[in-house]
């Protein structure tokens, strides 16, 4: 069936500090939610928290990051939360 290899994190958050970068969002919180054990969920949160809460969910394979597009626009209106 096909090469099923498994990304490097590391690779992985590189790509998205890139991504992150051209989204011009002065002030991204990053962090890992531990669901068990050590599976994790990577969190992605921008905007004010008092505003209305917009949460992003991307298909699989894909990454929060790949918002970056419309993370300022939207961040200046609502809080934004985008899991990976």
């Not at 669901?35 to 209305?52: F, H, V």
């Not at 990454?63 to 939360?81: D, Q, R, V, W």
Request: aromatic share 12%.
């Amino acid at each position: 069936m096909g090469n099923s290899q498994v990304p490097d994190r590391q690779n992985l958050l590189s790509v998205e500090q890139n991504l992150l970068h051209f989204s011009e969002v002065k002030d991204i919180k990053a962090y890992d939610v531990t669901i068990w054990g050590d599976c994790a969920i990577r969190t992605l949160e921008m905007g004010d928290p008092a505003k209305q809460k917009v949460v992003f969910l991307h298909q699989y394979g894909a990454s929060g990051a790949l918002y970056f597009e419309i993370m300022k626009p939207l961040s200046e209106n609502f809080h934004l939360i985008f899991f990976d």
